[in-house]
């Protein structure tokens, strides 16, 4: 991640899209050309490619979205390529994220230009404070090279938003604006103890214009030395993720470190006090502890006991492994509880592994473009399980064809949207087929597993009333199949005409 420059407005938009379900989109979306909000769409939608290679969009407040929060992700191919696809994590499918349009785009080339560009974008009218600090040492040594990380803060959300570097004289200038949130500063240098100073508020620095140079001493660090170990042998866990923390609820970490091969780590940049410690690892269930950490510290063990683990790889029908594949996970329906997939890419290599899953019953597919695993492989997994399964590409989803058509005296917008919804979503692949429509207001969906849907009309949010025509669309089992719907869809709006 780059850093960020000398002078940026700093973004306090707490968006949670790292806490939504993943979904993938074409590989060839990658020629979409990144920006930054100098050239971002005029109607101020911003995008970032999550981890999982899904599109993750915000509007200004009051966007239209593409559909209602309770409905899944879209799902958008081009009209001239229907290879070409996009899939996005949020219900906004903003027009300037698709590689093909002739528009500016909107995506952003990294999670932190993406903060940043939010909050830009929306606090442009706000005024700006400029903090100037100064970081000595505990003999009033000016310190250069101290990294000043920065967060913003709402309620107990933090987003990072870059760091700054203090100069020769130990001097650095913060451009904060301000408004209704508070920012957070952690201090880190090598050898020195980190020093976090949260909660600043900018009306608390100044209306406007310089607030006074603020002075942060740091002091020499403290070292904790421990091993990770196994909790069942006592074997060494190498590459676990060692996190130290003020307390358990704390969001902003003082310092870490990963274990060697061996299991040992050293975690310095800490103060003479009590820390509680967050320790992960792929494959194994995360330990927090509470003040068990003390700097200098006595060498301490930590046990992480084994996780639940579903891995495997994804061929296409060839037994060629198959990289870029949607690979979903469906816990079997509990009475009572909503169940969400759980759902990822393959690698490269068509390999795929997850872990943290509850025991249970689920099924797996696998998705890239038309090709399915289907019927889907249904795996009991037990605690502290590992899974590991096989998945092939050789069934092709139907198409399914159709027409929608306003009633008299009524107008579709460009927002309409048709859209399939599985009857049991369960054991249906956890992505609705979404159609645009053409001028003449036909749609088509690809990739359609066989079964029973629903068939629903979307403008924008709003949901329209089938007055005539097909309410319901059967898929057949049989492979590679058009379903074609005989009657147009006749709609209207959902308030009485």
């Given at each position: 991640?780059?850093?960020?420059?000398?002078?940026?407005?700093?973004?306090?938009?707490?968006?949670?899209?790292?806490?939504?379900?993943?979904?993938?989109?074409?590989?060839?979306?990658?020629?979409?050309?990144?920006?930054?909000?100098?050239?971002?769409?005029?109607?101020?939608?911003?995008?970032?490619?999550?981890?999982?290679?899904?599109?993750?969009?915000?509007?200004?407040?009051?966007?239209?979205?593409?559909?209602?929060?309770?409905?899944?992700?879209?799902?958008?191919?081009?009209?001239?390529?229907?290879?070409?696809?996009?899939?996005?994590?949020?219900?906004?499918?903003?027009?300037?994220?698709?590689?093909?349009?002739?528009?500016?785009?909107?995506?952003?080339?990294?999670?932190?230009?993406?903060?940043?560009?939010?909050?830009?974008?929306?606090?442009?009218?706000r005024p700006e404070v400029i903090l100037s600090g100064?970081?000595?040492?505990?003999?009033?040594?000016?310190?250069?090279?101290?990294?000043?990380?920065?967060?913003?803060?709402?309620?107990?959300?933090?987003?990072?938003?870059?760091?700054?570097?203090?100069?020769?004289?130990?001097?650095?200038?913060?451009?904060?604006?301000?408004?209704?949130?508070?920012?957070?500063?952690?201090?880190?240098?090598?050898?020195?103890?980190?020093?976090i100073v949260d909660r600043l508020a900018p009306d608390?620095?100044?209306?406007?214009?310089?607030?006074?140079?603020?002075?942060?001493?740091?002091?020499?660090?403290?070292?904790?030395?421990?091993?990770?170990?196994?909790?069942?042998?006592?074997?060494?866990?190498?590459?676990?993720?060692?996190?130290?923390?003020?307390?358990?609820?704390?969001?902003?970490?003082?310092?870490?470190?990963?274990?060697?091969?061996?299991?040992?780590?050293?975690?310095?940049?800490?103060?003479?006090?009590?820390?509680?410690?967050?320790?992960?690892?792929?494959?194994?269930?995360?330990?927090?502890?509470?003040?068990?950490?003390?700097?200098?510290?006595?060498?301490?063990?930590?046990?992480?006991?084994?996780?639940?683990?579903?891995?495997?790889?994804?061929?296409?029908?060839?037994?060629?492994?198959?990289?870029?594949?949607?690979?979903?996970?469906?816990?079997?329906?509990?009475?009572?509880?909503?169940?969400?997939?759980?759902?990822?890419?393959?690698?490269?290599?068509?390999?795929?592994?997850?872990?943290?899953?509850?025991?249970?019953?689920?099924?797996?597919?696998?998705?890239?473009?038309?090709?399915?695993?289907?019927?889907?492989?249904?795996?009991?997994?037990?605690?502290?399980?590992?899974?590991?399964?096989?998945?092939?590409?050789?069934?092709?989803?139907?198409?399914?064809?159709?027409?929608?058509?306003?009633?008299?005296?009524?107008?579709?917008?460009?927002?309409?949207?048709?859209?399939?919804?599985?009857?049991?979503?369960?054991?249906?692949?956890?992505?609705?087929?979404?159609?645009?429509?053409?001028?003449?207001?036909?749609?088509?969906?690809?990739?359609?597993?066989?079964?029973?849907?629903?068939?629903?009309?979307?403008?924008?949010?709003?949901?329209?009333?089938?007055?005539?025509?097909?309410?319901?669309?059967?898929?057949?089992?049989?492979?590679?199949?058009?379903?074609?719907?005989?009657?147009p869809v006749v709609v209207r709006a959902q308030i009485?005409?």
């Open positions: 991640m780059r850093r960020a420059p000398a002078k940026f407005g700093l973004c306090a938009a707490a968006v949670l899209f790292f806490a939504l379900p993943a979904c993938k989109r074409s590989v060839q979306v990658s020629k979409a050309r990144p920006v930054d909000v100098t050239s971002a769409s005029p109607r101020g939608v911003l995008c970032v490619e999550q981890p999982d290679a899904c599109l993750y969009c915000v509007g200004r407040e009051g966007e239209t979205a593409f559909l209602e929060a309770s409905q899944s992700r879209p799902h958008v191919c081009d009209p001239k390529d229907t290879e070409e696809c996009v899939e996005f994590c949020s219900t906004l499918a903003p027009s300037c994220a698709l590689p093909w349009t002739p528009e500016p785009h909107c995506v952003l080339d990294s999670d932190l230009a993406f903060h940043r560009a939010v909050f830009n974008r929306d606090t442009a009218d100064r970081v000595t040492d505990e003999a009033g040594h000016r310190l250069e090279g101290v990294h000043v990380d920065i967060w913003v803060a709402r309620g107990t959300q933090f987003t990072p938003l870059g760091d700054e570097v203090s100069a020769k004289d130990g001097t650095f200038k913060l451009h904060l604006r301000n408004g209704p949130w508070t920012y957070a500063l952690r201090l880190r240098r090598p050898g020195l103890a980190s020093e608390k620095l100044g209306a406007t214009g310089t607030a006074p140079t603020r002075t942060f001493r740091m002091g020499p660090e403290s070292v904790a030395r421990g091993r990770v170990v196994d909790a069942e042998t006592g074997a060494p866990v190498a590459d676990a993720l060692l996190q130290a923390v003020r307390s358990p609820e704390e969001a902003l970490e003082v310092s870490e470190t990963r274990s060697a091969a061996d299991g040992t780590f050293a975690l310095g940049g800490l103060e003479a006090r009590r820390y509680s410690l967050r320790v992960s690892k792929f494959g194994r269930k995360s330990v927090t502890t509470k003040n068990a950490l003390s700097a200098p510290a006595a060498r301490l063990t930590v046990k992480l006991s084994q996780g639940t683990v579903i891995r495997g790889i994804v061929h296409n029908a060839d037994g060629t492994p198959e990289p870029n594949v949607t690979v979903a996970a469906v816990l079997s329906d509990v009475p009572g509880a909503p169940t969400l997939p759980i759902f990822w890419t393959t690698d490269s290599e068509g390999s795929f592994a997850q872990d943290h899953f509850a025991p249970g019953t689920y099924y797996l597919w696998a998705r890239r473009g038309d090709m399915l695993a289907y019927p889907p492989e249904k795996i009991e997994l037990v605690d502290r399980g590992d899974v590991a399964v096989e998945l092939r590409l050789d069934h092709k989803g139907a198409r399914v064809t159709g027409q929608v058509i306003p009633r008299p005296g009524y107008r579709l917008s460009s927002d309409t949207r048709a859209l399939l919804l599985g009857r049991a979503p369960s054991l249906a692949f956890p992505r609705p087929a979404v159609g645009a429509l053409d001028q003449d207001g036909r749609f088509l969906f690809t990739g359609v597993l066989p079964g029973r849907y629903e068939l629903s009309v979307r403008e924008g949010t709003r949901t329209l009333t089938i007055a005539q025509g097909p309410r319901d669309v059967e898929v057949p089992i049989d492979p590679d199949t058009t379903v074609a719907l005989k009657e009485a005409e």
